[in-house]
């Protein structure tokens, strides 16, 4: 058996290529055998994430003969019917179960045998489980969301939240926020393509562009602006607009600090990290698929020391 990895990041011949190290220290390749159960991440793109190294992680910290790996996937209903569903799928693989992200996380509910009830109201799934043949559906979003809130606020109700987004991360959040009695408001750059959104939650959809969040107590950037790449300069709210806001809270997690949570910072407001909710929703992952609680600290650890890594690779 033979594989091929660069010597490192800096010496890669394509875009996402494995280092030689990493199949080893990362993926446990050595250790992989027969009966290792495989769960993976679906989405598009992947190459960015870091929930491999917080899963592998915890894997090897208990012991578990199990390993996570991306898939980038563009058509989720052929990746289901071929790679995925026990009585079509044209691979035999000891699959337990997927993280799904965007764009495939209200798409993929239509191939599911079973989807808890929170997961059927927020209109997105983002973990499936193997259980007995049948694929069952969770959102682990949304727990994963309002975990690391109540740690700073310990009351939620009649908390008043803005909520940049309307995509599967929003619609989590949005449905969390509800459920612990805050009110929530919703801002997009396009609220005619934010329709949908608006009807499944009953919820006025605002313009970011004239949005002043004076009056808010929480504001939160459920979108991809600022991410590590070519928008990592992006902001989805200026400084300006964000004092008197109590707290912002920006879902992105790569780069640690986004020019978000640095506006909100020079407006005298407390900041949340996306990684917190990383993490808080791997670790209810975990769980659902092997039965156990991860080691938390093992989980960051990873996550930070990917993250740092990710900063080398694009200074």
């Known amino acids: 058996w033979l594989t091929y990895g660069s010597l490192d990041e800096d010496s890669a011949t394509a875009p996402g290529q494995l280092t030689a190290r990493e199949p080893r220290e990362l993926y446990r390749i050595d250790r992989i055998d027969q009966q290792t159960e495989i769960m993976g991440l679906v989405g598009r793109p992947v190459g960015h994430s870091i929930s491999p190294h917080l899963h592998n992680a915890a894997f090897a910290k208990a012991n578990l003969n199990a390993v996570f790996v991306p898939f980038e996937v563009n058509d989720i209903d052929a990746f289901i019917q071929r790679m995925v569903r026990p009585s079509l799928r044209e691979i035999e693989w000891n699959l337990r ?38 694929l069952h559906g969770y959102n682990t979003d949304a727990g994963g969301f309002i975990t690391p809130l109540r740690s700073r606020i310990a009351s939620l109700e009649s908390l008043r939240c803005a909520v940049i987004g309307t995509g599967g991360a929003a619609r989590a959040v949005v449905w969390a926020l509800r459920n612990c009695g805050a009110d929530a408001a919703v801002f997009a750059r396009d609220c005619d393509r934010a329709k949908a959104f608006s009807e499944q939650f009953k919820i006025a959809c605002r313009d970011l562009a004239a949005a002043d969040f004076h009056g808010f107590d929480v504001v939160i950037n459920a979108t991809p602006l600022g991410t590590r790449g070519e928008g990592e300069a992006e902001t989805a709210a ?78």
């Open 97 to 134: 179960g997927l993280s799904v992200t965007a764009p495939h996380k209200s798409a993929v509910m239509g191939h599911l045998d079973w989807i808890e009830p929170a997961a059927k109201e927020i209109g997105a799934v983002n973990t499936i489980v193997f259980s007995g043949g049948q």
């Open 238 to 315: 200026v400084a300006e607009k964000l004092r008197g806001v109590r707290l912002a809270y920006d879902l992105v997690y790569n780069p640690l600090e986004t020019r978000f949570m640095r506006e909100a910072r020079a407006a005298g407001c407390e900041t949340i990290g996306g990684l917190e909710m990383l993490i808080a929703q791997a670790v209810e992952q975990f769980r659902l698929w092997t039965g156990k609680t991860p080691d938390i600290e093992a989980m960051r650890a990873a996550a930070e020391r990917a993250l740092k890594r990710s900063v080398h690779a694009h200074t």
